[in-house]
């Protein structure tokens, strides 16, 4: 993580998949999920759209499995992101609704994902010529970003 954290996406993407390699030898399904996530992330900050979506599915799959809300919602982020920087609007909503229902509807939230989905779901409501509509998204993010400070 640490040369993800200095932005090195390269050497991130190299460990990350290392570490992959190990958890996946010794069966170990959710660790091999978290580095196919923290994969499309890094690719998709360096700039491999392409490469963060593969990533980004596999993470998603495993998430589906380990019942992971954090992990299942980022990795759809991920692919939201990397859906978007290719125009596939269709594809990127799809993945939105599916990381906003998992956010939203568990006890035990990690409210800056929350803030980060529904963030990208103003954005692109604004995007789409919907900028009205977002009032109400703005405000709420603005108290729950005061709150967290």
Request: hydrophobic content about 45%.
């Amino acid at each position: 993580m640490a040369y993800s954290h200095l932005g090195n996406y390269p050497e991130a993407i190299n460990q990350y998949r290392q570490a992959r390699e190990i958890f996946k030898e010794e069966k170990m399904v959710t660790e091999v999920g978290q580095c196919d996530l923290h994969i499309a992330e890094a690719n998709f900050e360096s700039g491999n759209t392409i490469e963060a979506i593969a990533a980004g599915k596999k993470a998603v799959d495993v998430a589906w499995f380990t019942y992971g809300d954090d992990m299942h919602a980022r990795s759809h982020i991920v692919l939201i992101k990397a859906y978007l920087a290719l125009g596939e609007l269709e594809v990127a909503v799809r993945h939105l609704v599916d990381a906003q229902a998992l956010v939203n509807f568990t006890t035990d939230k990690d409210w800056e994902l929350v803030v980060e989905v529904e963030q990208l779901r103003a954005d692109h409501m604004k995007a789409g010529g919907l900028e009205a509509d977002t009032t109400e998204i703005d405000r709420r993010l603005a108290t729950i970003r005061e709150i967290l400070g």
